[in-house]
């Protein structure tokens, strides 16, 4: 029998198809939007810190991953026999369908979304854990854009897969462009020509819309945009500053009580039999720069992120302004205090931390649009003016893959000066820094240190430490060991603290 040309291209302005290709359309869309949102919340779910959640969410996962979608869309379709009330609802085979599939990739999508978070380096959520943004606030603004933007392939396939298993959807008879094509052959006995008329269908539907899905994913690609330097004719260098856009200073902008910026009461940290920090007073004066040095393990970092929660304190209490800040007693997350100070203590991480799906300026007012410290201009000036403070003005609508390490750093330094903070916690600033980058850096902390900002800093830059703290802390084993002046540091007579500072000048 020979092909029969003209039949099959004549399906091709088929009214019965086009109409079923708007329902394939229509269905594909609604599970795939609504399965990437339920997939999300579901992936989100997963990771509850609640076992039961957690637990009841791998089972729901696991259960409909391992259930043919054929057999959920005959139980869907006939569940009314079991249940008469739903019989309104689900005598839809479109309904039906839609709902069964919905079910079905929800529990594929989640394990793509599961991918996608898993991406998202640590660092960004405790970012934003210190600039006091809260958990909704962290997956709206940091989490679900990155993870989205990792996700987006693999969620584009799973749209294909979704156009595709629509044809299943016709053992319910809903009149997709497969049912379609077995009435005409049950008709005419063209199989073959019909098919490939179905297959056309199928294959323009997946097309068109993988080219808008992958158009789509190329606008999410922030690693392609590559904005030059703020112009001179942007508006925002045309705005002059005034008193209302404030400044980074020493004093804080609340109330405070007694003579104490920052005080650690009988600090202990440790994990499981393992004890990190052992029992540590510390009190930090309004204005004082204190450096904290010792070797790797001595416990310095694991200790300031205690003084702004990062690290839950296992024993002892912290007080910040003078009041009750962080307490063994209540998790961070949990405490008043806690969430209404945090804003108070500025951070500046190891590794940056910036986040990368937003510009410099972006980066740097984000914190204080979300606590609504002022209005959007007003954010947008004391940005650009802590950005200037830190020669980073200039490259204000850039993206954070576009600088330098040491260009990044300031940025972050720009980005918790932001927030006018009574402290700012430094952890290792220059360590992830190649040499030559190393002094530009130090220079902005050494500008704050001037004007009498509180630091903490742990650092093993010796010379600098000496430089331009008013105090410096050898910490080893878990404890202070010295708590002294440059000067006294430099005269000291313990022979441990003599030997690491001469292995540290080796090494610098």
Do not use: C
């Amino acid at each position: 029998m020979q092909f029969d040309w003209v039949y099959t291209f004549s399906q091709l302005w088929n009214m019965s198809f086009w109409k079923a290709s708007l329902v394939v359309i229509e269905l594909s869309l609604i599970v795939w939007i609504l399965g990437t949102i339920l997939g999300f919340i579901l992936a989100l779910a997963r990771q509850a810190k609640n076992p039961i959640i957690a637990k009841g969410i791998s089972l729901y996962i696991w259960f409909f991953r391992s259930l043919p979608l054929l057999v959920l869309l005959v139980f869907v379709f006939n569940l009314p026999q079991m249940f008469p009330s739903t019989s309104s609802l689900l005598s839809s085979p479109f309904i039906a369908g839609m709902i069964a599939m919905l079910i079905s990739e929800s529990a594929y999508i989640s394990e793509i979304h599961r991918s996608g978070l898993s991406s998202i380096p640590k660092g960004q959520i405790e970012a934003g854990k210190a600039l006091g943004i809260r958990y909704v606030g962290i997956q709206k603004y940091i989490v679900i854009p990155q993870a989205l933007r990792v996700a987006m392939p693999n969620l584009g396939n799973e749209f294909v897969t979704i156009v595709k298993l629509t044809s299943l959807v016709s053992i319910i008879s809903l009149t997709e462009i497969l049912l379609v094509g077995q009435r005409l052959y049950t008709q005419n006995f063209l199989v073959i020509e019909t098919m490939v008329a179905v297959a056309f269908y199928y294959v323009l539907i997946v097309t068109v819309f993988g080219w808008a899905v992958s158009w789509f994913e190329k606008k999410l690609d922030f690693s392609r945009r590559q904005p030059g330097l703020l112009t001179a004719d942007d508006p925002l260098n045309h705005v002059q500053y005034t008193s209302q856009v404030p400044t980074a200073q020493k004093k804080p902008s609340v109330d405070y009580v007694g003579e104490y910026a920052l005080e650690a009461h009988q600090v202990v940290k440790s994990y499981g039999e393992h004890h990190v920090l052992k029992g540590i007073d510390l009190q930090v004066k309004w204005g004082q720069v204190v450096s904290i040095i010792g070797p790797s393990g001595s416990g310095k970092t694991t200790f300031i992120r205690t003084l702004n929660g990062l690290e839950t304190l296992t024993k002892g209490h912290v007080s910040l302004l003078g009041q009750p800040f962080l307490s063994s007693d209540t998790s961070p997350a949990d405490s008043k205090n806690y969430q209404n100070n945090i804003i108070h203590v500025g951070m500046v991480f190891q590794n940056f931390n910036l986040f990368p799906h937003k510009t410099i300026l972006e980066n740097v007012t984000l914190a204080p649009s979300y606590h609504n410290k002022s209005n959007a201009l007003i954010h947008k000036l004391t940005a650009l003016k802590v950005l200037e403070k830190v020669g980073m003005k200039q490259h204000a609508n850039k993206y954070p893959h576009q600088l330098s390490g040491g260009q990044q750093q300031r940025v972050a330094i720009a980005r918790a000066l932001a927030m006018q903070p009574s402290v700012i916690l430094f952890d290792e600033p220059t360590s992830a820094l190649d040499p030559e980058l190393v002094g530009e850096v130090l220079k902005v902390i050494e500008d704050l240190a001037k004007e009498g900002m509180t630091m903490m800093i742990v650092t093993h830059e010796m010379d600098f430490a000496l430089q331009v703290s008013d105090r410096v802390i050898f910490m080893e084993g878990g404890h202070i060991v010295v708590d002294a002046s440059p000067a006294q540091i430099k005269a000291s007579d313990n022979q441990r603290l003599q030997q690491f500072m001469g292995i540290e000048s080796n090494a610098s």
